[in-house]
C-alpha cells in the first residue's frame, strides 16, 4: 500500500515565477491538506481539500492555491514567487472531514528552492 | 490564541541516557496531542499520539508521553536513546477549525544530537 507521495522531490525556481506541487494521498483517504516548513520552523498549515473544496485556510496570501481532483489527489500552486517561499512543502492525507482521530499521514515533501 | 511551545530548541544526550523533550500548548478544549520525529531531508514520521484515556502513552520506537492537563505538557520520553534517535522532534495539536475540519498547528521543534 502506497503512501503518501508527493512530486517533484526538489524544484529550483526564479522570483517571480509560478509553481505547481503535486499530491497523491494515502489509499481510502479522501481529505489532503498542505504545510509549508520554513528552514528551522515547524510545519504551517496552508489549507485544506475534501471532496474538491478548500475547507479550511491558514494564514497565507492568495498565491497560494490548491486543487482537488476526483480521485483525491491535489495541487498546490503558488504564484509570484518571492525567495520567503523557500521551504519545505508537506502534504498530508486523512480520512474523512473533522476527524481529528484520523490519523494524517505526512509525505516526504518538496523541496521548493527560490533563487 | 491556539500554540504549542517547545522550550528547547536543540537537545544533546549521550547514548543511553534517557531523553525527555518539553511540550506546552494552550487550548481551551481538551486536545489531541502528537509527536512526530524528522529525519534530514525526510518527511514526518508519527512516534504517539494522545486522544482520551490513559494520561501516559506509549509509541513507537520505545517512547512514551504523559499528557498533564494540570501543567497544559505533552512531554516526550525515552528511557535510553540510542544513537539512529538524532532528529528533529515536533509536537503538535489538532484544532477544529469553524468549518468543522481539523488542522495541525506544530511547535518549532527540538533537534536532537546524541553523543556516542
Known amino acids: 500500500d502506497a503512501g503518501v507521495t508527493q512530486s517533484p522531490t526538489h524544484l529550483i525556481k526564479t522570483r517571480g515565477q509560478q509553481v505547481t506541487l503535486r499530491c497523491s494521498p494515502k489509499s481510502g483517504h479522501d481529505t489532503v491538506s498542505w504545510y509549508q516548513q520554513a528552514l528551522g520552523q515547524g510545519p504551517q498549515f496552508i489549507f485544506q481539500?475534501?471532496?474538491?473544496?478548500?475547507?479550511q485556510r491558514g494564514n497565507f496570501p492568495d498565491r497560494f492555491s490548491g486543487h482537488q481532483f476526483p480521485n483525491y489527489s491535489s495541487e498546490l500552486n503558488v504564484n509570484a514567487l518571492l525567495l520567503g517561499d523557500s521551504a519545505l512543502y508537506l502534504c498530508?492525507?486523512?480520512?474523512?472531514?473533522?476527524?481529528?482521530?484520523?490519523?494524517?499521514?505526512f509525505g516526504p515533501g518538496t523541496r521548493l528552492t527560490v533563487l | 490564541a491556539q500554540s504549542v511551545t517547545q522550550p528547547d530548541i536543540h537537545i544533546t544526550v549521550s547514548e543511553g541516557a534517557s531523553l525527555e523533550l518539553r511540550c506546552n500548548y494552550s487550548?481551551?478544549?481538551?486536545?489531541?496531542l502528537f509527536w512526530y520525529v524528522q529525519s534530514p531531508g525526510q518527511g514526518l514520521q508519527l512516534l504517539l499520539k494522545y486522544f482520551s484515556g490513559d494520561t501516559l502513552v506509549q509509541g513507537i520506537k520505545g517512547f512514551e508521553a504523559e499528557f498533564k492537563r494540570s501543567q497544559s505538557s505533552f512531554n516526550l520520553r525515552k528511557p535510553s536513546v540510542h544513537w539512529s534517535d538524532a532528529a528533529e522532534y515536533f509536537c503538535?495539536?489538532?484544532?477544529?477549525?469553524?468549518?468543522?475540519?481539523?488542522?495541525?498547528?506544530f511547535g518549532t521543534g527540538t533537534r536532537l544530537k546524541v553523543l556516542a
Open positions: 487550548y481551551g478544549a481538551t486536545p489531541y
Open positions: 498530508a492525507s486523512s480520512l474523512g472531514l473533522g476527524q481529528a482521530y484520523n490519523e494524517q499521514f
Open positions: 481539500y475534501y471532496e474538491e473544496e478548500e475547507r
Open positions: 503538535a495539536v489538532a484544532r477544529r477549525t469553524t468549518s468543522g475540519t481539523y488542522k495541525y498547528i
